[in-house]
Every structure is written in C-alpha cells, then in structure tokens.
C-alpha cells in the first residue's frame, strides 16, 4: 500500500487547509486510516483517524472541534480538513493506514503503512 500526503503549504493564523492522502496498491476499504503529526523538535503525535468499519471518527483533544478526517471511497483518498489554524498546528503531517483496536487508535505502532509527508506552516 503506497499513501501519498499533499495540500501543505503556508497559512495564516485562523485560515483553514485541507489535506489530502491517496492512497494506492491495496484495499482502500479494508483499512482505517490516520493523520499524523511532527512539530519541530517534538515526537510525532496522533492527530485523527477513522475508523475502517462505521467511518467513525476520533481526534486528538488539540485539534477537536477544528479539524475534520473523512474519507472517499471512490477515490482512494482520505481527507483532514484543517480550520481555525493555530501556529502551534505547523508541523510535518502523515497520514497512515492500519486496523488498530479502539484502545490503540492514537498509538503510531498500531498502523502499518505510512505516507511521507506534507509541511505546512501557520503564520500567527
């Protein structure tokens, strides 16, 4: 399964961004999906994921209420729409594929496959 991130860029404080991860070379619906971030000098940490039966959906509680993860079946491809940016969201973001329990949602080891990568900045 190759997943590939894009749509960073720069933003200004309050703006809003939507990501895009395609994914290829496996089966979009037999995977949940997650969104990942790495802030200079920090460890990565969990952002969203939705979960591969239901669609249900979670969020880290920093970005709870601003961003959105969806998902399109049809084209492969999984979303996180990004609004009310902060300067602390900048980071690198991934978006990854796995079948986590529920208790390891947040856990990056639960997902097996990982995209590169895509930088956005929010300028206060």
């Known amino acids: 399964v190759q997943l590939q991130a894009f749509g960073g860029g720069l933003v200004q404080a309050g703006g809003s961004l939507r990501l895009s991860c395609a994914v290829s070379?496996?089966?979009?619906?037999?995977?949940?999906w997650g969104w990942f971030r790495q802030a200079p000098g920090k460890e990565r940490e969990f952002v969203a994921t939705?979960?591969?039966?239901?669609?249900?959906?979670y969020y880290a509680n920093s970005v709870e209420g601003r961003f959105t993860m969806t998902r399109d079946n049809a084209k492969n491809t999984v979303y996180l729409q990004m609004n009310n940016l902060e300067p602390e969201d900048t980071a690198v973001y991934y978006c990854?594929?796995?079948?986590?329990?529920?208790?390891?949602?947040?856990?990056?080891?639960?997902?097996?496959?990982w995209g590169q990568g895509t930088q956005f900045t929010v300028s206060s």
């Open positions: 070379g496996g089966s979009f619906s037999g995977y949940g």
């Open positions: 939705i979960r591969r039966s239901g669609g249900r959906t």
């Open positions: 990854a594929a796995g079948n986590p329990i529920l208790s390891e949602i947040r856990n990056q080891r639960s997902y097996y496959y």
